[in-house]
């Protein structure tokens, strides 16, 4: 246990929470930003095509961070979660609420992960739907490192959870927008008899 003890403060195991939760969050609003832009009309086929691999890329990348995150949070040497604290969404007893959306959007990012790789075996409609769960995915971190991280009060993480709240907000607008367009012309498109 004191070598275990010893590897942990070595490895300065909250440094790794921190950097672990900020990287994740970072390559997860890279990932749903360029995702909303990556479908539909708004952005020209060239541009999609450079975008789309960065989207996919981003979202791997950040969903391995947000396994280190949780992995590190269990060894941490100060405060050790249970795996149970971690897993289950709502169970810890530091922050239930908040570090239950962190829980959530984890699995979420799974189940993003896991149905893009089988996407052809379930169908696009179903791979759709799980891949919108995206935008409240991103509002449960937005929210899960505002509130729970011990940086969230420092100007520059105020600015950086500002920035992608305003740009996330964004891109989730003109998404909807394109969509509604889309909605409408096909609607136009029948009324013709198209
Ligand atoms: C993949 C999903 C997750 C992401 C992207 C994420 C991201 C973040 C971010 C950005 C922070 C703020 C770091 C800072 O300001 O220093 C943070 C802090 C924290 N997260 Fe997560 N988180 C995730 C899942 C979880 C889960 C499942 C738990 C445990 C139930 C958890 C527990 C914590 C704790 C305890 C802190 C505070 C660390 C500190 O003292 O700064 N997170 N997380």
């Given at each position: 246990m004191a070598t275990w003890t010893v590897v942990t403060d070595w490895l300065s195991t909250w440094g790794v929470i921190k950097a672990s939760g900020l990287t994740a969050y970072m390559l997860m609003f890279v990932s749903v930003v360029l995702g909303a832009f990556s479908y539909?009309?708004?952005?020209?086929p060239d541009v999609k095509k450079i975008l789309l691999p960065i989207h996919q890329t981003t979202g791997w990348f950040g969903f391995l961070f947000g396994l280190l995150h949780g992995a590190a949070l269990m060894i941490d040497g100060y405060r050790p979660f249970l795996p149970g604290e971690v897993l289950?969404?709502?169970?810890?007893?530091?922050?239930p609420v908040t570090l239950g959306l962190g829980t959530l959007a984890f699995y979420i990012m799974a189940a993003i992960v896991i149905s893009s790789d089988i996407m052809r075996k379930l169908g696009r409609k179903i791979w759709k739907s799980v891949h919108m769960l995206s935008y409240p995915m991103f509002l449960f971190l937005l929210v899960h490192g505002a509130v729970?991280?011990?940086?969230?009060?420092k100007p520059w993480a105020f600015l950086m959870y500002a920035c992608s709240a305003v740009i996330f907000a964004e891109a989730l607008l003109i998404r909807m927008y394109v969509q509604w367009k889309k909605k409408g012309g096909q609607i136009e498109g029948l009324a013709r008899g198209r």
């Open positions: 539909g009309a708004v952005i020209p289950v969404p709502f169970a810890s007893g530091f922050h729970d991280g011990s940086d969230a009060d």
